[in-house]
């Protein structure tokens, strides 16, 4: 009989399994290996053949190769291509790469890592597509509407098929979309507006968390939460990152984007509200979903309310409204850190354990720069900095090593 | 699954279909005129090499073409073309309204508005010859002022400083002109901006430098087709004999 991949999930599963009942004495050591005895063929087996991500990573990789390749190929024989040559090598190289996707993974079932490499490649065929039409008749170079058609023409298909890797794809789209279109919107773009567009990316990435959470309120959903989760996750924090600068001195966001705050803090509340109906059982969840909420308030009112105080004859931390906002913003945002990896804990998620620590870090070396540069000579500066940081190294390791090891020895909820 | 993976598939491959259509439909119907242009080549990380196209009319002189609307970035602007003498289009007017006569028109938006200082400079040279000059700018200079013009075949000012300057800048051409200021006149002018949608021309890798090179020796013009609506779309790039399309 041959071994598929859920035999050889279940015996993993198993094993998983038989530690916890070995532990709560439900079995004896040696039932567990006599249980095992049994499926000694499957253990072989896994032993043997190559972990089932390394097939996917390998996978996705020549698919991203493929598509890059056909994209050069016609950008660089462009003249010797007919008009129909091009649009006719975008169809067919689609459909194919569809077909054989499907087939390989649904119909015939015998790969079906390789097929769904085969259908995300489909997918970014689409998008070459949409770009090589808006080559072939000169549209102008800034198309966001591409990357959106591109986008919206992809997320049935991750629905449909719950691909994390096309999900990803069309959030990923999206969000080169929103800032691409948030550039025609502000007018005669200048440095001054960038504080504007770290504001817009932070909302976004409190939008698509909180997608994520409601997402992962429906039971149907649930398998493909974590895309926007974890891409809600990173950006919200980058952006927040940011504001724990001295950057409260200029105006934070422009009326003119509201035709973008306004669609995203419906999206955010719509969510919010679908979220709290499903009843979660997750941990924390009414802390988590009450604090992004307050977040996203706070954002608002940044970009929408907030015009700076520009104190230009002031020096550097001599006090005033942007240093207490900076003040703030580095409570709220060691707040946010210490929450997440709390959550993490709670929930052991290992992606909001990473995410906080990797903040943790940066706002360390961050303030550290900020406090100490200037009242320390240069060379202590640096020594001292580099033993706080490998000593901080060591902590978080064996913290780190800590939590994942209590992972293992509970249950992992994801 | 699989009807509505096919479904899917079949929404996508509709949408790509419609894009083409669309653009084939405009490209077919549309009133077609010829624009000039002069292009760089900068890359773009989607699409390989094209050539950026500027227009002459993509900067108006406000003051020429008579205007008293004020325009505001992100307007829609309306165009009304005149067909010069060599078969290509240069403004007539320019309004936020769409022309209701039957002239050719096209749409854009405005940019923002630029004011630019064109300068005029009498100098009496040691012999009493009078040379009226043109340069980019001239400030720092006052009537009286000793000034040294380096100047090309057609008098056209390539730098200048004045004689007591420690500053001297060299002359390529080694062509100078020095004398003494008599009048000074700047002129100052509005310019509009306008992007028509336009400003791409795709080719292929390495071929914008050819173009642009091609640009340098002899003229360039661009085939538009205008719809109902002025917005217009790149039929092809004409150099001397060659279209590319």
Known sequence: ?414 | MKIKFIVIILLQTILLTCIIAYRQYWVATGEKILLKSAPVDPRDIFRGDYVSLRYDISSLDLDTIATKEVFAPKDKVFVALQKRTDGTCGALSISKTMPVARKAFIQGRALGETRQSSWEVEVKDDSGTIHALKPAWFEGSKIGDVVVFCVDEKNGVINFYKNDSPYKPSCPTQRTITGSVESITETKKRFLNVEYGIESFFVEEGKGRVIESSRNMGDLKVGVSLRKDGKGIITGLIMGNTVLK
């Open chain 1, 1 to 414: 009989m041959a071994i598929a991949d859920k035999d050889l999930a279940f015996h993993r599963r198993l094993k998983a399994e038989m530690d916890f009942w070995v532990n709560e004495h439900i079995i004896t050591l040696s039932q567990k290996d006599q249980i095992l005895a049994r499926y000694t063929m499957l253990d072989a087996a896994d032993k043997k053949t190559a972990p089932g991500k390394l097939i996917t990573t390998i996978s996705i990789l020549g698919a991203l190769l493929i598509g890059i390749g056909i994209i050069l190929f016609v950008a660089s024989n462009w003249s010797q291509i007919p008009r129909w040559g091009k649009l006719s090598m975008i169809f067919v190289s689609m459909f194919l790469s569809y077909g054989l996707g499907y087939y390989a993974r649904y119909e015939k079932g015998n790969y079906p890592r390789v097929g769904a490499a085969a259908i995300f490649l489909g997918s970014m065929i689409f998008g070459a597509g949409i770009f090589l039409i808006a080559q072939i008749y000169h549209i102008t170079v800034h198309y966001p509407n591409g990357v959106l058609l591109w986008s919206i023409g992809i997320f049935p298909l991750a629905y449909l098929l719950r691909f994390k890797t096309i999900l990803s794809l069309a959030i990923t789209a999206l969000l080169v979309w929103l800032g691409m279109e948030a550039s025609f919107w502000v007018p005669g773009f200048s440095f001054g507006m960038r504080l504007a567009f770290v504001t817009l990316y932070c909302m976004a990435g409190l939008v698509l968390w909180m997608v994520g959470l409601m997402h992962r309120g429906i039971g149907p959903l649930r398998t493909i939460s974590s895309p926007y989760a974890i891409l809600g996750l990173v950006l919200a924090f980058s952006g927040g990152y940011i504001l724990t600068f001295d950057v409260f001195r200029e105006g934070m966001g422009s009326p003119e984007l509201l035709v973008f705050y306004l669609p995203m803090a419906g999206i955010f509340l719509s969510a919010f509200i679908i979220y709290v109906l499903t009843k979660p059982a997750e941990r924390a969840w009414v802390a988590e979903s009450l604090s992004l909420l307050l977040i996203m308030a706070i954002l608002l009112y940044l970009s929408l309310s907030y015009t700076g105080f520009p104190h230009l004859y002031r020096g550097y931390r001599e006090g005033g409204v942007p240093f207490l906002m900076q003040s703030v913003a580095n409570l709220i945002f060691a707040a946010g850190i210490i929450g997440v990896i709390f959550l993490g804990y709670t929930r052991k998620s290992i992606a909001y354990i990473n995410v906080g620590l990797l903040f943790f870090v940066l706002l360390i070396i961050a303030r550290y720069f900020d406090f100490f540069w200037k009242l320390l000579p240069r060379s202590l500066f640096f020594i001292a900095g580099g033993l706080i940081l490998m000593l901080g190294g060591i902590i978080l390791e064996r913290k780190r090593r800590q939590i994942l090891a209590s992972f293992t020895a509970g249950r992992s909820e994801s």
